[in-house]
């Protein structure tokens, strides 16, 4: 990495420039394009997030919903079989058990951990079990079509919700 100069106790030093991130112990460190030419992953922000009370039990990497519940967002799982009012608005990183607070990841981002995906087919928010996902999307009316994603391998889903979910007749 370059070494530019660096004004450190009232004395110009050279300083090598950070190829990675530990995290706040780097603050303030001049950063340094990796081999590739590339700002290393660990410079980049996390994904979007936001925390929240539980109304029911969410399993790792299911599908979730944020909710006005009596002037309060709480979290619970998507499920096409809701309609509208449950549709994905992102996924739960860890499982977060009913009544408590928890995390869930609202861009677009991979959600890991999955098993039996098909690498490169579509995945739609399941009508039939809350938070899961399925290549076969609904066809049972007032259910939602809601694409969620694409499988980038067997155990991982590039989550993708940028697309409007769809009511069907």
Do not use: C
């Amino acid at each position: 990495a370059q070494k530019p100069l660096q004004l450190v106790n009232g004395v110009f030093t050279q300083v090598e420039a950070s190829l990675t991130s530990a995290g706040a112990a780097d603050s303030g460190k001049i950063v340094a394009l990796n081999g590739s030419g590339k700002v290393d992953n660990t410079m980049l922000p996390t994904a979007a997030s936001f925390t929240a009370t539980a109304s029911e039990a969410i399993a790792a990497g299911a599908l979730v919903n944020l909710y006005n519940n009596a002037g309060t967002i709480n979290i619970r799982n998507a499920d096409a079989s809701g309609g509208i009012a449950k549709k994905a608005d992102g996924f739960a990183p860890n499982a977060i058990a009913s009544g408590a607070t928890g995390e869930g990841d609202f861009d677009n981002s991979v959600i890991s951990g999955l098993s039996g995906l098909t690498v490169g087919a579509i995945y739609y928010l399941s009508g039939s079990t809350p938070g899961a996902i399925t290549t076969t999307p609904p066809s049972t009316a007032t259910y939602i079509v809601h694409r969620v994603g694409k499988a980038k391998s067997a155990t991982e889903l590039i989550f993708d919700v940028s697309s409007s979910p769809v009511v069907l007749a």
